[in-house]
């Protein structure tokens, strides 16, 4: 693969086309939620599912509501796009990579043709935004919130929920591009919660043609939430190689910088239980990031980038 970063060419993607031709959905993970170039990767992914195979549907793990001011902006040219991100209450998403997507899509939809639209599916928190999915989000959060302190129910709920929220959207859409973190879009859910809470991908595996893209990553840095002396807040961090005998290390090995591995049909040790690291939006200890997954039953792509910086707060942001 050429590089990460959008503006690279689409012939070294040309071998997707075969893997995602005929996909609804193109469900692309992420390995944590603070890694610049898996957020410059999904980005450059992007633009080649809308500008090569006609997808309709940019979709974020973020709430529906707040997403429509984005989405006002990327359609219509309506509102400040940096305050309309900083408004999704994501401090994830709220960084220069998401806001050079939302402008390309705002350039995109400018230039002509069928627009390419920007939603939400999450239902973190309710939003006094008005609209014909609001009460449905109300009910979401507040199931939630009876799931309490049983991890496997919260999170079994929340994946039905966004699941739910994303056979809506494709009601209206053609076919959607989805962003959230690995452990949503994955196929296999055996690893979480021992089996017990089914993901996203999933439940949506059940309904439509999908194609999920997982990631991984060599060693370097990322932003998460970081428990110190000034409390838990978002800072950068960085971690050194990966364990020896880890998925992560065997594609290290391979000494290219970045690449997309086709699972369809891979060797026998990506059919067999590999250790990976995974960090949501929260970081511990390099040992507590560690979880096993089976790569070929998770995901049909991985994307592998073997150094990595954190992503970049917008400026106006805290």
Request: proline fraction near 5%; hydrophobic fraction near 45%; include cysteine.
């Amino acid at each position: 693969m050429r590089g990460v970063r959008a503006g690279c060419g689409f012939a070294d993607l040309e071998p997707l086309r075969a893997i995602v031709s005929s996909a609804r959905i193109v469900a692309l993970g992420e390995a944590t939620h603070g890694t610049r170039e898996f957020f410059q990767l999904k980005h450059r992914l992007l633009e080649f599912l809308v500008r090569e195979l006609g997808f309709t549907a940019f979709a974020l793990e973020a709430n529906w509501p707040e997403a429509q001011a984005v989405d006002d902006y990327v359609r219509h040219g309506r509102g400040d796009p940096a305050a309309a991100l900083a408004g999704l209450r994501f401090w994830t998403w709220n960084t220069e990579e998401v806001l050079a997507l939302i402008e390309w899509l705002r350039a995109y939809n400018a230039g002509g043709g069928r627009p390419v639209s920007f939603t939400g599916f999450d239902a973190q928190f309710s939003s006094a935004l008005p609209g014909r999915r609001h009460a449905e989000l109300r009910r979401q959060v507040e199931e939630l919130r009876r799931a309490g302190d049983d991890a496997a129910a919260r999170y079994a709920a929340r994946d039905r929920a966004m699941a739910e929220n994303l056979a809506w959207i494709l009601e209206d859409e053609a076919k959607v591009v989805v962003w959230a973190h690995n452990g949503h879009v994955t196929r296999d859910t055996s690893r979480i919660f021992g089996g017990a809470a089914a993901s996203m991908g999933m439940h949506l595996a059940r309904r439509f043609d999908m194609v999920v893209v997982g990631f991984a990553f060599g060693a370097g840095g990322f932003r998460a939430v970081v428990e110190d002396e000034r409390g838990r807040r978002p800072r950068a961090v960085s971690v050194g190689p990966p364990p020896d005998g880890s998925l992560d290390a065997a594609l290290l090995q391979t000494g290219l910088p970045a690449f997309l591995l086709d699972l369809r049909d891979p060797p026998a040790w990506l059919r067999e239980p590999q250790v990976t690291r995974e960090i949501g939006a929260f970081f511990e200890t390099p040992e507590a990031m560690c979880r096993t997954v089976v790569p070929a039953a998770s995901y049909d792509v991985l994307a592998f980038v073997a150094a990595t910086t954190p992503t970049r707060p917008q400026r106006s942001a805290s």
